[in-house]
C-alpha cells in the first residue's frame, strides 16, 4: 500500500519491466531451429513448447485472476518472476540433457504460468494509479510485452554467438550448439528475474480515495458506457459485455496473429515469381523488425487515443478499417512492396492496440474493483485466437501448395476469412451495452477490507524522501528505457535491410 505523496509515476517503468521480460515469448523463433537441430524433432514437436506457454498464459490468468487481485501486485509480479526464471532454468536443464519433455515443463508449463500471473499483475494496479488515463496506462505496460521481442531476438543473438563462436546472428541459416542454448536459457532466466525485480520493489496500491491532482472522479459520468459501479469477477463472467468483449478480443487477435506467424513466408511469398521471390530472406526479416515496431507503437498509440474517443469507437475502427485493409491486401498487396507492408503494418498495429486497449474498456463497464481477474478471464481469447489464427492460414496454404510455391492467390481465401472474422467481431462490438444494474456488486460488504487498507495507508513507509523517490524513479525509467532503446535501435537496424 502506497503512502499519499508515492509517486504515480513509479508504477508504469515497474509494470514495463515485467512485460519487457515476459514478452520474450513473441522471440522464440530466433532459436527454434537449433533446438529442432539439438533434439533432432520436428518443426511441430519444438512449436509445441510456444503453444503450451499461450495456452497456460490464458489458462493461468482465468484461474489466479481473483488471487492476483486478492494478494496483490507485489506479491503476484514476484510469483510471475519466480516461475518465470524457474521456466527457463528448467528449460536449460531439458537442453543440457537431451530431455524435450523437460523443456514443455520448463518453458511451457512453468514459464506460461508465469506469463498469465505476469501479463495481468501490474495492469489493475496501473488503472487504479490512472484514473484520468487508464488507456494511456495500460498502453504504457501492455506496449512492453510487444518490445519485448524487440530485445530478447537480438540479445538472444548475441548471446549465442558469445558462447559458440560457430553461430553467425547474421545468418537466419545458421544453428547454435546445445551448450549455447543451454547457457543462454541460463543467462535469460537469471537476467530476467533481476530485471522483474526492478518492479517488486516499485509497485503499490493506491491509497483508498486517492486521486490524481486536478481529477474529478464524477466527470466520468458524462462519458458513455463508462460506469461508476463495480462487478465482481464472478458476476461479470454472467453478463453478456464480458461475452461480447471475448469474442471482439478473439476476432482482433486472430486476424493479426495469422500474419504475425506467417510474416517472413508471406511477404516473399506474394512477390514470388516460379521459384525465386524479388524479396530476399534479409528484407523478409526487415518486414518482420517493421511489423515489431507497429506492433509496439500500435499498443500505446491507440490504447491512448481511446482516452480521448472511447473504447467502444476505437474497437470499430480495429475491426471496421482492418475488414478494409484485409480486402485491400487481399486484392492489391501484391502490386508494390510498399503498398503490402503499409498494409500489414496497420493491421498488425491495431492486433496491439486491441491487447492494449481491452483493460480499459473493462474498467469502463465493470469498474475497478476485480479487474485484473475480469481481465484474467477474458485473456482465454487469447489463447483461442493463439490456435485459430495460424490453423486457418495454414489450413488455407497447406491446400494451395508446399512452401516456396505459393503465391498471393493462395493467400486471397485466407484473408477473406479474415474479413469474415473481423466482421463477426465488429458486429459484437456494436452490441456492447452498459452493464445492468443487478449486476453490481455491494461495495459496503467490503467495508472492513477498505477499513485495513486506510490503515496499511497511515502506516505506509513515510520514510522515502523526495530526494529518494526522485532516484528510484529514475532508476527504473532509466533500467527500461534503455532496454527499450536497445530493442528499437535494433529492429531498426533489421527493418533497414527491407527499404535496401
Given at each position: 500500500?502506497?503512502?499519499?505523496?508515492?509517486?504515480?509515476?513509479?508504477?508504469?517503468?515497474?509494470?514495463?519491466?515485467?512485460?519487457?521480460?515476459?514478452?520474450?515469448?513473441?522471440?522464440?523463433?530466433?532459436?527454434?531451429?537449433?533446438?529442432?537441430?539439438?533434439?533432432?524433432?520436428?518443426?511441430?514437436?519444438?512449436?509445441?513448447?510456444?503453444?503450451?506457454?499461450?495456452v497456460m498464459l490464458g489458462l493461468s490468468a482465468a484461474l489466479f485472476g481473483t488471487w492476483v487481485d486478492r494478494v496483490g501486485p507485489r506479491m503476484a509480479m514476484f510469483t510471475a518472476a519466480c516461475c518465470w526464471a524457474t521456466g527457463f532454468l528448467v528449460g536449460a536443464a531439458g537442453i543440457a540433457t537431451s530431455q524435450l519433455w523437460l523443456l514443455y515443463l520448463g518453458y511451457g508449463v512453468i514459464g506460461g504460468i508465469g506469463l498469465g500471473i505476469g501479463y495481468i499483475s501490474p495492469v489493475s494496479t496501473l488503472i487504479k494509479w490512472f484514473p484520468d488515463r487508464p488507456g494511456l496506462a495500460t498502453?504504457?505496460?501492455?506496449?512492453?510485452?510487444?518490445?519485448?521481442?524487440?530485445?530478447?531476438?537480438?540479445?538472444?543473438?548475441?548471446?549465442?554467438?558469445?558462447?559458440?563462436?560457430?553461430?553467425?546472428?547474421?545468418?537466419?541459416?545458421?544453428?547454435?550448439?546445445?551448450?549455447?542454448?543451454?547457457?543462454?536459457?541460463?543467462?535469460?532466466?537469471?537476467?530476467?528475474?533481476?530485471?522483474?525485480?526492478?518492479?517488486?520493489?516499485?509497485?503499490?496500491?493506491?491509497?483508498?480515495?486517492?486521486?490524481?491532482?486536478?481529477?474529478?472522479?464524477?466527470?466520468?459520468?458524462?462519458?458513455?458506457?463508462?460506469?461508476?459501479?463495480?462487478?465482481?469477477?464472478?458476476?461479470?463472467?454472467?453478463?453478456?459485455?464480458?461475452?461480447?468483449?471475448?469474442?471482439?478480443?478473439?476476432?482482433?487477435?486472430?486476424?493479426?496473429?495469422?500474419?504475425?506467424?506467417q510474416a517472413s513466408p508471406m511477404i516473399q511469398d506474394f512477390f514470388r515469381d516460379g521459384e525465386t521471390s524479388s524479396v530476399s530472406v534479409a528484407a523478409a526479416g526487415g518486414f518482420v523488425g517493421v511489423l515489431s515496431l507497429f506492433n509496439m507503437a500500435g499498443r500505446f498509440v491507440w490504447s491512448s487515443t481511446s482516452d480521448v474517443i472511447g473504447r467502444k469507437p476505437i474497437y470499430m475502427l480495429y475491426l471496421g478499417l482492418g475488414i478494409v485493409l484485409y480486402?485491400?491486401?487481399?486484392?492489391?498487396?501484391?502490386?508494390?512492396?510498399?503498398?503490402?507492408?503499409?498494409?500489414?503494418?496497420?493491421?498488425?498495429?491495431?492486433?496491439?492496440?486491441?491487447?492494449?486497449?481491452?483493460?480499459?474498456?473493462?474498467?469502463?463497464?465493470?469498474?475497478?474493483?476485480?479487474?485484473?481477474?475480469?481481465?484474467?478471464?477474458?485473456?482465454?481469447?487469447?489463447?483461442?485466437?493463439?490456435?485459430?489464427?495460424?490453423?486457418?492460414?495454414?489450413?488455407?496454404?497447406?491446400?494451395?501448395?508446399?512452401?516456396?510455391?505459393?503465391?498471393?492467390?493462395?493467400?486471397?481465401?485466407?484473408?477473406?476469412?479474415?474479413?469474415?472474422?473481423?466482421?463477426?467481431?465488429?458486429?459484437?462490438?456494436?452490441?456492447?451495452?452498459?452493464?445492468?444494474?443487478?449486476f453490481h456488486e455491494d461495495m459496503t460488504r467490503h467495508a472492513p477490507a477498505r477499513e485495513a487498507d486506510e490503515a496499511a495507508s497511515e502506516a505506509a513507509d513515510a520514510t522515502l524522501s523526495t530526494d529518494a523517490s526522485t532516484v528510484r524513479l529514475v532508476l527504473a525509467w532509466s533500467v527500461v528505457g534503455i532496454l527499450l532503446a536497445y530493442g528499437v535501435f535494433q529492429t531498426l537496424t533489421t527493418a533497414l535491410k527491407l527499404v535496401a
Open positions: 500500500m502506497a503512502s499519499h505523496s508515492y509517486n504515480r509515476w513509479l508504477i508504469p517503468p515497474a509494470a514495463l519491466a515485467v512485460h519487457l521480460c515476459i514478452g520474450q515469448a513473441y522471440a522464440t523463433s530466433v532459436y527454434k531451429n537449433s533446438l529442432i537441430e539439438h533434439f533432432d524433432a520436428s518443426q511441430t514437436a519444438i512449436g509445441i513448447v510456444l503453444s503450451i506457454a499461450i498502453g504504457m505496460a501492455i506496449m512492453g510485452f510487444g518490445g519485448g521481442a524487440m530485445v530478447a531476438s537480438p540479445a538472444s543473438r548475441q548471446l549465442l554467438s558469445f558462447y559458440d563462436p560457430s553461430y553467425d546472428a547474421a545468418d537466419p541459416a545458421s544453428l547454435a550448439g546445445g551448450h549455447a542454448l543451454t547457457l543462454l536459457f541460463v543467462t535469460l532466466g537469471l537476467a530476467y528475474f533481476a530485471i522483474m525485480m526492478i518492479g517488486v520493489a516499485n509497485i503499490r496500491v493506491p491509497a483508498p480515495g486517492w486521486k490524481p491532482a486536478g481529477f474529478d472522479p464524477s466527470t466520468v459520468k458524462t462519458k458513455a458506457l463508462v460506469t461508476t459501479e463495480d462487478v465482481s469477477a464472478a458476476n461479470a463472467i454472467r453478463t453478456p459485455q464480458f461475452w461480447l468483449l471475448w469474442t471482439v478480443l478473439f476476432c482482433n487477435v486472430t486476424a493479426g496473429i495469422g500474419i504475425l506467424e480486402v485491400l491486401l487481399a486484392l492489391t498487396g501484391s502490386s508494390s512492396t510498399a503498398v503490402f507492408v503499409l498494409l500489414a503494418a496497420m493491421i498488425i498495429s491495431f492486433y496491439g492496440g486491441g491487447f492494449s486497449t481491452v483493460p480499459a474498456y473493462l474498467r469502463d463497464l465493470f469498474g475497478v474493483f476485480q479487474v485484473g481477474a475480469i481481465h484474467g478471464r477474458l485473456l482465454t481469447a487469447w489463447s483461442a485466437a493463439g490456435v485459430a489464427g495460424p490453423l486457418i492460414i495454414n489450413r488455407f496454404l497447406d491446400s494451395a501448395g508446399g512452401a516456396g510455391t505459393l503465391d498471393a492467390d493462395a493467400y486471397r481465401p485466407a484473408l477473406f476469412t479474415m474479413v469474415g472474422v473481423l466482421t463477426v467481431g465488429f458486429v459484437a462490438n456494436l452490441l456492447v451495452r452498459p452493464v445492468a444494474a443487478k
